[in-house]
């Protein structure tokens, strides 16, 4: 499949798009929450509406001796890593920025909201948010490896760290059939990055929200359409290096990666009030123990496949 690199012009249609896939995933997150709590579907499908209205009509919070820079760049850093995760995902025939490391890209984009969320539990100078952007940390220590080698294996597939040509090697089948425990692992990974679901701790209860309890007005904002962007560019991005992308019958291809795009969107929002949210100390020992063998195992299998098609 060849994938044509559009012109700059096309950059906040595409931060549009996400924001847009991303405000339907929190629409459907409110309609789930509402159902759970006995209450109208109607009513949760507008949750994300009202809650932006509450938030942008309530004011900032400042604590004693905050480091509001840090904090501010904290705040908006996960929406802005959400945006360049995208860049790279091809949209059909077309990207926005045709890398030939889009792979690499993509899981550097996912180390910069390492320092975003670390940073919005220190900037405001307050010990709970900081035990929130630590926990975080240990939490994504123990997802980072494991994910880097779920990542490899399709590139190792493909011969190449270029997602067009990662969509053109799944013409005839597709990457999750054949390596299911890179597919798991990499969905864990979206949870981890998005601080969602069975991986929320950084802003559990357990801490007293972590980094979002001092988050108020705007900031708060950003920070929750950042991890719905997140989880929208990781649902992305799995479409198209597992899922085969614009690959499919009758439909074009772009709106072949929407539909694959939004099921496993869909997917990702639904596990949230499934699973148990897991510490970041009982998360390391499976991580480390169970997923890194096993995902390393799925890319021994993926490398002799390949040598042996050679």
Not at 2 to 14: H, K, L, N, Q, Y
Not at 20 to 34: E, F, I, N, P, T
Not at 180 to 201: E, I
Not at 287 to 306: K, R
């Amino acid at each position: 499949m060849t994938v044509t690199e559009v012109s700059v012009g096309w950059v906040p249609v595409a931060a549009a798009l996400l924001l847009v896939v991303a405000a339907a995933a929190a629409s459907l997150d409110g309609a789930l929450a509402a159902r759970s709590a006995g209450q109208p579907l109607g009513g949760g499908l507008l949750t994300p509406v009202a809650e932006t209205a509450r938030l942008f009509g309530q004011r900032r919070r400042t604590t004693a001796a905050a480091d509001l820079p840090l904090q501010r760049i904290g705040g908006a850093g996960l929406l802005t890593a959400a945006l360049l995760m995208v860049a790279v995902v091809p949209f059909g025939r077309w990207t926005v920025a045709d890398l030939t490391v889009g792979i690499v890209w993509f899981n550097a984009m996912d180390v910069l909201v390492w320092a975003a969320v670390w940073l919005a539990g220190w900037g405001p100078n307050s010990a709970h948010a900081l035990v929130g952007g630590y926990r975080f940390l240990a939490q994504a220590l123990s997802y980072e490896l494991p994910l880097m080698f779920a990542l490899t294996a399709p590139a190792v597939a493909a011969d190449s760290l270029r997602l067009g040509d990662v969509v053109a090697a799944q013409s005839g089948l597709w990457f999750v059939v054949w390596m299911p425990v890179a597919f798991a692992v990499f969905c864990v990974a979206v949870a981890g990055f998005s601080v969602w679901g069975p991986l929320g701790a950084p802003i559990g209860a357990t801490t007293a929200g972590g980094v979002l309890v001092e988050a108020a007005g705007v900031d708060r904002w950003l920070i929750s359409a950042g991890r719905y962007a997140l989880l929208t560019a990781g649902a992305a991005f799995g479409a198209t290096a597992f899922l085969g992308g614009g690959h499919g019958p009758l439909l074009p291809a772009w709106l072949w990666l929407l539909v694959k795009t939004a099921g496993l969107l869909t997917v990702l929002v639904a596990l949230r009030r499934r699973l148990p949210v897991v510490a970041p100390e009982r998360f390391a020992a499976p991580a480390w123990l169970v997923a890194l063998p096993l995902v390393l195992l799925q890319l021994l299998v993926v490398s002799v496949v390949v040598v042996v098609q050679a």
